[in-house]
C-alpha cells in the first residue's frame, strides 16, 4: 500500500512505503507496545520457519519429480537422495540470506503484498544465480542442473504464496484488534482528520489512532506528554517542512521511545528532478540532478524491457485482439478500431489506436468529454471492454514503434493538455516521460473520471522517481486493479 497524496494546494509527491526513521531503545515501553512488538517478533519468526520449510520441501519435490515420478527421463543413474540432502543445509542459507539482503523480511506494516513479492522473486533470483555459481565451482560432486531449476520454482511458487497466507492472517488478525500499533498522527486537526480518512481506508494494516490533537510548531513538550501518556508506537508527521525547525528534536524524542516515525516530506515547489545527497570537502550538500528518465542509458533499458515483454506478450496479445476485433465488428456499426490524437513526450503529438468502445459518432452531440458511469455513448460490448481495460490492447502497437512505453503517465488529448496545464501546476511536467499504457496512477485506483490533481501528482511522483523495478511493481499492480475495475467505464 502506498499512502496517498495530500489534497491540498501543496504539493506533496506520494511516497512508495512511507519514508520511515526506525528508533533505538532508551525507555521501557508499557505494556501495549511489548504485546504488539513481541506479536511482530512471531510473525517475523514465523516468516523465517516458513521459507525454510519450502526451501526444503522444494528440494526434496524437485528430486522426485526428476528422479523417481519416472515423468522425465534419466540417462546416466540415479544419485542417492542424502548426495542432495548434504547441500540442503547450504541453499537455506543462500536463500534466506538473499532474501534478507533484498528486504523481503521488512516487519513495516507499510509494506504492501506487491512490494513483498516482489522482493520474495528477486532475493529467491538472486539466491538462483548464486547457488549455479557456487555449484559450477564445485567439482567434488555434480549435481543436476534441472533439479536446482525445479527447487528454484517449486521453493518460489511455496514462498509465495505460503507468504500470502500469512499476510492474509496477519490483515485478519489487525484487522480484529490483535497486533494492532497505537499511531499518532501529528498536525492540526484538520491535517490529522484527513489522514485518518485516508489511513482508516486500510484496517487490516492494524493502526489504531490516537484521538489528541498535537501540533509540534506548538509544543514539543506537548508531543513528549502525549506519546508517553498514550504509548504510542508510531508517529506520521504529514508535510515535515512546516515545522522543519523542531525536526530533529522530533527524532530524537522518538529514537528515546522506540516510537517508528514516518516523514511524509512536503516537496512543494521543487522542479522535477532528483535530490542527491553529496559530501563535498566535508559539507553535506543536497545536488539537484536530472530526472532517470531523462538519461539515455535508462531510456534505451525502459526500450528493452517494452521489448522483452511485448515478445512475451505476442501470442496471448494477438489471439485476445483477434478475438475482440470480430465482436466489435459484429456487435455494432462502424470501425473496429477508434483513433484519437494524444500528446506524447516533450508534447509531441501522435495517434493512439483502442477498440471502439462507443456507437458511431458518439461526440458529434457532446463534444470532447470524458467517459461517465453508465454514460450511453457506449456499446454494451464497449462498456465490459472499458472496464476490463482489454480496450487498450491496440497501443501494443504505440508501443511496438516506440510512441509510448508500456508504463508511463497516461496520454491526453491536446484539448485537455492545453486546458489542465493552465490550472493545473506542474502539468507539463509529466511530458518529461514518454507516456504509458498503464501508470503509477492508475495502479492505485486514480484512472476514468477522478481527480485530475491527484492523478499529477502521481504522475509526477513517477516520472521523479522511475526505476526499472519500480515499472515491474506497476505492471503487477495494473493486473490487481483490472481485476478490482475501480473507476473503470
Not at 15 to 42: F, K, M
Not at 215 to 237: C, F, N, T
Not at 263 to 273: H, M, W
Request: proline letters at 4%; one cysteine or more.
Amino acid at each position: 500500500m502506498s499512502l496517498k497524496p495530500e489534497g491540498t494546494s501543496g504539493w506533496v509527491a506520494p511516497p512508495l512505503s512511507g519514508a520511515a526513521v526506525t528508533t533505538r531503545a532508551h525507555e521501557r515501553p508499557g505494556l501495549a507496545a511489548l504485546i504488539n512488538r513481541e506479536a511482530e517478533q512471531w510473525l517475523q519468526l514465523l516468516r523465517y520457519l516458513n521459507d525454510i520449510f519450502w526451501v526444503g520441501f522444494g528440494l526434496h519435490a524437485a528430486y522426485w519429480l526428476r528422479f523417481e515420478s519416472g515423468w522425465l527421463p534419466v540417462f546416466y543413474g540415479i544419485p542417492t537422495r542424502e548426495h542432495y540432502l548434504q547441500i540442503l543445509g547450504y541453499m537455506i542459507l543462500v536463500w534466506i540470506s538473499s532474501l534478507k539482503f533484498i528486504g523481503a523480511y521488512r516487519t513495516s506494516t507499510l509494506v504492501s503484498r506487491v512490494d513483498e513479492s516482489l522482493a520474495v522473486l528477486l532475493g529467491s533470483g538472486l539466491a538462483l544465480l548464486i547457488t549455479l555459481a557456487l555449484l559450477f565451482f564445485y567439482r567434488s560432486y555434480s549435481y543436476s542442473r534441472m533439479v536446482v531449476a525445479l527447487m528454484w520454482s517449486i521453493g518460489t511458487l511455496a514462498i509465495l504464496v505460503s507468504r500470502w497466507g500469512l499476510a492474509t492472517l496477519a490483515r485478519w488478525l489487525r484487522h480484529r484488534g490483535f497486533g494492532q500499533r497505537r499511531v499518532l498522527i501529528l498536525g492540526n486537526a484538520a491535517q490529522q482528520a484527513k489522514w485518518r480518512e485516508e489511513l482508516r481506508a486500510y484496517r487490516e494494516m492494524g493502526h489504531r489512532f490516537v484521538e489528541e490533537v498535537v501540533d509540534p510548531q506548538e509544543s514539543m513538550d506537548q508531543v513528549r506528554e502525549v506519546l508517553d501518556r498514550q504509548q504510542v508506537q508510531e508517529v506520521i508527521a504529514p508535510g515535515m517542512g512546516q515545522f522543519s525547525d523542531g525536526l530533529w528534536e522530533l527524532i530524537d524524542t522518538c529514537r528515546e521511545r522506540r516510537i517508528q516515525l514516518h516523514l511524509v516530506p512536503d516537496t512543494r515547489g521543487i522542479i522535477a528532478a532528483h535530490f542527491v545527497l553529496k559530501d563535498t570537502c566535508g559539507v553535506p550538500l543536497f545536488s539537484v540532478e536530472e530526472v532517470a528518465l531523462r538519461r539515455w542509458y535508462n531510456r534505451v533499458l525502459k526500450r528493452l524491457f517494452d521489448l522483452l515483454c511485448l515478445v512475451l506478450l505476442a501470442l496471448p496479445a494477438v489471439l485476445v485482439m483477434g478475438l475482440i476485433a470480430l465482436l466489435v465488428k459484429l456487435s455494432s456499426r462502424g470501425p473496429v478500431f477508434f483513433r484519437q490524437e494524444r500528446v506524447s513526450l516533450d508534447g509531441r503529438h501522435f495517434i493512439i489506436a483502442k477498440f471502439r468502445t462507443m456507437y458511431r459518432d458518439a461526440e458529434d452531440r457532446t463534444g470532447p468529454v470524458w467517459a461517465t458511469p453508465g454514460d450511453d455513448r457506449c456499446t454494451p460490448l464497449g462498456r465490459w471492454l472499458r472496464r476490463t481495460s482489454l480496450d487498450e490492447l491496440p497501443q501494443l502497437w504505440n508501443v511496438l514503434i516506440g510512441e509510448m512505453s508500456l508504463v508511463g503517465p497516461r496520454p491526453e488529448r491536446p484539448f485537455f493538455t492545453e486546458k489542465f496545464g493552465m490550472v493545473i501546476p506542474r502539468y507539463d511536467e509529466r511530458h518529461l516521460a514518454k507516456p504509458g499504457m498503464t501508470g503509477w496512477a492508475q495502479a492505485n485506483g486514480w484512472r476514468g473520471a477522478t481527480s485530475v490533481e491527484e492523478r499529477t501528482k502521481f504522475d509526477i511522483y513517477y516520472v521523479e522517481n522511475w526505476s526499472l523495478l519500480l515499472d515491474v511493481k506497476i505492471l503487477f499492480m495494473t493486473i490487481v486493479e483490472v481485476f478490482r475495475m475501480r473507476n473503470a467505464y
